[in-house]
């Protein structure tokens, strides 16, 4: 059974969202089945978080680092994943992998390398449309988290 993070009531307002944010997780990963090795290394990130005062300025810093590393976790080994995580993740792979070899090739086909940054929103976009077609599949396959993570 995943531990519960331990209740902040006196948290400031953007510390509090982030928090919230962190507790809805944790109820979307309760309703999976989860091999027990996932389990513990989940409790074990969630008992550091706990050990975390209200009062110190590293608590929103510390949930986003633990909200990380669980949805990477659970990506990594089961494929599991929030809403829209593939369209995050894609976009920006789309820019460096398709938009900034797009744009090279451009800039030197043509001798202007001042053209290189045409190749940025045509890799935005192949990015986009991949994450978004991961995404679709991964709801259909019954494995997406009902939450969309937002930094």
């Known amino acids: 059974m995943i531990a519960a993070p331990k209740q902040r009531t006196q948290l400031p307002e953007k510390t509090q969202k982030y928090y919230d944010q962190f507790q809805h997780l944790i109820l979307e990963i309760r309703k999976r089945k989860l091999p027990s090795d996932l389990v513990t290394v989940i409790n074990n990130r969630i008992e550091t978080l706990n050990q975390v005062s209200d009062t110190d300025k590293a608590l929103k810093s510390e949930i986003q680092k633990t909200q990380s590393k669980i949805v990477?976790?659970?990506a990594?080994?089961?494929?599991?994943v929030p809403i829209n995580y593939y369209r995050k993740t894609w976009f920006v792979?789309?820019?460096?992998?398709?938009?900034?070899?797009?744009?090279t090739a451009l800039g030197l086909s043509l001798g202007n390398m001042g053209l290189l940054g045409l190749g940025l929103p045509v890799g935005m976009f192949i990015g986009l449309a991949m994450g978004a077609r991961m995404d679709k599949k991964a709801e259909e396959e019954g494995r997406q988290l009902n939450i969309e993570i937002k930094s």
């Open 76 to 80: 990594e080994k089961l494929k599991i």
């Open 72 to 74: 990477g976790l659970l």
């Open 93 to 103: 792979l789309g820019m460096t992998v398709f938009g900034l070899p797009m744009g």
